[in-house]
Structure formats: structure tokens, C-alpha cells
């Protein structure tokens, strides 16, 4: 049961302006911009001229400003310094009437920005499992000094940004390791020829700026990134003697190789991962044309999957302009012009055209992971 006292003391506007303040939260759908209503609310609710938001990277045992009000430049201070630090390491919060006098205070923060810091709240985000994933800074309350009802709100709207980080946070390590397995899955496959680490990464990027001069969306194009350097995972399954035969392959060694498009397919298909299910179109259509003579079966024109027919561009501009054992780069210019006559040959026109709209951003990519 919740005293009534508990609401009668925080006076009639705050609680109004703290469902407010949800209500709009509820709305919102990044991270950013989540943290950036929390820490306006704070600041409107306890009455305080800045709130500022720091997140603990770990990895650097550091907390740094996500957000900070009146502040431009991120600010990073060591786990264990100031007043932050003591919030983030105890646990526990903290209130200081007169900052100068505590030796926690780390005074150079105002000396290098002319701002006088004359009391501040501090409180640590904790998650509901328990863990703290940064602090919430209240400085210089409009009229007098910092009191418990303040903690009472700010520890309400904490619980809120804790978890907000900690879901933040969790789904970029779950989403940076996918990336880096289905990377790793794809080198390994390269690992056997003479294919390099930064053919995947150039032709990867290639494919996504044109997926994006085509006008698809942010996340389509995201997903055309990570799943384009799968397109030959199925030469794992091509023996060493053809793969790796310095001579031109006979015909009927030809034939062997051309199923490195149905092997990767049959790796990848039928995922619930949409980038694998992606990539398995990209890996049995990377070799069909646009005129029908590609394989393995010939497919025409809108019958290949659009991703493929990205990806076949940027994979044959990067392997011509790239030095291999058995051949040397051609020059820029040539390679350009010769994909701009196989147009409507083996490629989409509407991909070369794309292409060569966002030539100048494919040469800084390709300077960029030469
Ligand atoms: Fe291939
Ligand atoms: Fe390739």
C-alpha cells in the first residue's frame, strides 16, 4: 500500500508531469532519444538546471556522458573518480550541498567549462536484475538545495533509464555478435583461395551504397552488408584440386565449381535468420545474368533476386579491380567501363546506373580497404 503522504509531499504539478513525461517515453522508440526525455523530465521535475546521463563502458572502465544538458563535448571520467565514480561503485546515492568542499568533487569538470557547480544529486541506474549500468547526475537545483523527495523521483525515473540502457546495450552485443560470426563464417570459406578479408569488406560495402542509391531502406541495406560476403560459402564444399588449380579449369571442372552456388544455398536456406535466408538467395544467384546466360539455372532479368543482382556488380567491379596471383587489377576507368557494357548483358541496368552514380563514394571505400 502506497502512503498517500508519500504523493501530498511532492506537491500537485509533479505527478501530472511525471505521467506526462511516461506517456511521451512510451512513444519513443530509440534509445537516444529515451534517455534524452528522461533526463528533460528529471530535470523539469526535481527543478535543476542540468541532468546529465552517464553510461559505464566496460571495456574502458569508464562512465561517459550519453546525455548531458549544457554540455557539447562527451565527458569520460575513470570508474573510480569524483562524485560519479563513488555513486557507480557504491551503489548508492549521494547528495552534496557544497561540491567544493567534498574531495570527491572533481573541480577541473567547471574549471574547463566556466560552469559553477554548486550542488548536485546523483543517483546510480540500476537494473531490475540488479546490475548498475551508469549514473544520473542532477546539478544545481533552481531554489535551494537538493532534498529526499528529489531521490523519490529521480529513483522512479532511474529504474526507467537503467533498464532502457541495459535492453540498449544487450541488443547491441547480441547484434555485434551475429555480425561477427556470419563474418568470420564467410572468411572461412574464402580462407582456402586467394580471396581476402578485405575483398568481403569492399564488395559488402559496395553492395550496400548501391542498395542504398536504389532507394531501399536503412535496414534492408543493413542486411544486404552482412549477408553479401556469404555469396561463395558454398566453395567450402569444392575439392582443393579444382578450387585451388593455378591452371584454367576443363570444362567438366567448370561444371564442379559452378555448384559452390547451390552448396552455399543449401547452407543457408530455409534460416529464420533474414540475413541467412538473404544470403542464400545471394549465394545460389550471384552468377546468374541478366540475359538468362549465367548459372546455375539460367535465371533472367526480375527472376533473380534483386540482392543478387547487387551483389554481382559490386563483387565482379572489386575482383577486376583487384590483383590476383594469376592476373593484375585493371585500372579504375577500364573496369567501370567494363561493366557499364555488360548493362542489360550480365548485369541489371538499373544496378549499373546506381553503380555509377555512387562511383565516387565505391572509390573511397575501395581506398579506404585497399
Ligand atoms: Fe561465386
Ligand atoms: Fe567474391
New binding site residues.
Given amino acids: 500500500m502506497i502512503d498517500p503522504k508519500f504523493y501530498s509531499d511532492f506537491g500537485d504539478r509533479k505527478i501530472p508531469d511525471l505521467i506526462d513525461g511516461f506517456l511521451e517515453i512510451g512513444e519513443l522508440r530509440s534509445i537516444d532519444d529515451v534517455l534524452v526525455k528522461i533526463a528533460d523530465i528529471t530535470a523539469k521535475i526535481v527543478e535543476c538546471d542540468r541532468v546529465s546521463i552517464f553510461i559505464y563502458d566496460k571495456k574502458k572502465e569508464t562512465l561517459w556522458t550519453k546525455i548531458a544538458h549544457g554540455v557539447a563535448d562527451k565527458i569520460e571520467v575513470p570508474k573510480d573518480k569524483g562524485i560519479v565514480g563513488w555513486v557507480f561503485l557504491n551503489s548508492r546515492e549521494l547528495i552534496i550541498s557544497d561540491p567544493y568542499s567534498d574531495p570527491r568533487f572533481n573541480k577541473e569538470i567547471d574549471k574547463a567549462t566556466g560552469y559553477v557547480t554548486k550542488n548536485i544529486l546523483a543517483f546510480p541506474l540500476k537494473t531490475y536484475s540488479g546490475r548498475t549500468v551508469g549514473v544520473l547526475e542532477c546539478i544545481n537545483k533552481l531554489d535551494g538545495n537538493f532534498v529526499e523527495d528529489d531521490v523519490k523521483f529521480v529513483k522512479i525515473l532511474s529504474v526507467y533509464a537503467a533498464n532502457s540502457i541495459e535492453n540498449a546495450l544487450l541488443y547491441d552485443e547480441i547484434k555485434r555478435t551475429q555480425d561477427e560470426i556470419v563474418f568470420r563464417l564467410s572468411l572461412a570459406a574464402e580462407f582456402r583461395d586467394e580471396t581476402t578479408y578485405n575483398h568481403l569488406i569492399r564488395m559488402a560495402n559496395y553492395s550496400y551504397v548501391i542498395a542504398k542509391e536504389m532507394g531501399f531502406d536503412e535496414v534492408w541495406c543493413e542486411k544486404l552488408r552482412l549477408a553479401a560476403p556469404m555469396?561463395?560459402i558454398?566453395?567450402l564444399g569444392i575439392k582443393d584440386q579444382i578450387l585451388l588449380k593455378p591452371a584454367k579449369l576443363t570444362d567438366e571442372e567448370f561444371e564442379e565449381m559452378k555448384k559452390?552456388?547451390v552448396f552455399?544455398y543449401e547452407i543457408l536456406k530455409d534460416s529464420d535468420i533474414e540475413v541467412l535466408r538473404m544470403a542464400s538467395n545471394i549465394?545460389i544467384a550471384?552468377?546468374e545474368k541478366y540475359d538468362g546466360s549465367g548459372y546455375p539455372y539460367g535465371l533472367k532479368g526480375e527472376q533473380i533476386p534483386i540482392e543478387a543482382r547487387i551483389v554481382a556488380v559490386a563483387?565482379v567491379f572489386d575482383a577486376l579491380t583487384s590483383e590476383r596471383p594469376y592476373k593484375k587489377a585493371f585500372p579504375v576507368e577500364q573496369a567501370v567501363k567494363m561493366i557499364e557494357d555488360e548493362s542489360g548483358k550480365h548485369f541489371d541496368p538499373n544496378v549499373v546506373q546506381a553503380f555509377k552514380n555512387v562511383i565516387h563514394k565505391i572509390l573511397a571505400i575501395k581506398k579506404q580497404y585497399e
Fill in positions: 555469396h561463395d558454398g566453395k559452390h552456388t552455399g549465394a550471384h552468377h563483387d
